[in-house]
């Protein structure tokens, strides 16, 4: 015998999933505002252009990096930058806990890219270079599969090697139209950090 759910318990319920939501909206948002805001307070500066550090854990070496596709802004973007103007540096040997998050109505997905090009040239970014990872979608559906409007995910990569590297969407066509950030990851950073040109 089953017994009916009361109204009293759904309330409870939507009040609390509505809670959730709305944190992880706030979480977003203030990631969103460290990485791109000009004047944060964790901005500490060496030479003209600011750099913000990442979220860390130095005693399993782990670099948190949380990237968010903007409703606002230009089309394909991550955390309201396009072509580039990203730059991640993380220590080489550390893992990297990667959080995407969609905010658009277009889907989109993440991968860590071992490139081969300067810049994503090819609809297609395994022609530009080796696919390590891929958030948000599998290794044989990325150009067509991503994340949803208010979807997110989230996958950890172990002990990347000294070298440069993508974080792109997948989907055909979206990194070569800009969706693209650079991660570099050198032996010579020893606090993660990232830089917004």
């Known amino acids: 015998m089953r017994k009916a759910v009361s109204p009293t318990f759904t309330a409870i319920i939507a009040i609390v999933v509505a809670i959730v939501i709305v944190g992880a909206a706030v979480y977003t948002y203030q990631q969103f505002l460290m990485y791109s805001s000009k004047t944060s307070a964790a901005i500490t500066t060496t030479s003209t252009t600011p750099k913000h550090t990442l979220p860390y854990n130095p005693t399993n070496k782990t670099v948190f990096i949380t990237l968010v596709t903007l409703s606002s802004g230009p089309t ?22 990667i959080t995407y998050v969609n905010q658009q109505s277009l889907p989109h997905n993440l991968n860590l890219v071992a490139n081969d090009t300067p810049t994503p040239n090819s609809a297609n970014i395994a022609d530009d270079g080796k696919i390590l990872l ?29 070298g440069i590297y993508w974080l792109c969407c997948g989907i055909a066509g979206h990194a070569e139209s800009g969706m693209w950030v650079v991660l570099v990851a050198s032996p010579n950073v020893t606090t993660p950090y990232v830089v917004i040109s």
């Open 76 to 97: 394909f973007n991550f955390n309201g930058t396009d072509f580039g103007a990203m730059v991640i540096y993380v220590p080489a040997g550390w893992n990297l806990y």
């Open 134 to 162: 891929t958030i948000g979608a599998t290794t044989s559906d990325y150009q067509s599969s991503g994340l949803m409007s208010g979807q997110s995910a989230s996958e950890l990569y172990s002990d990347i090697p000294a």
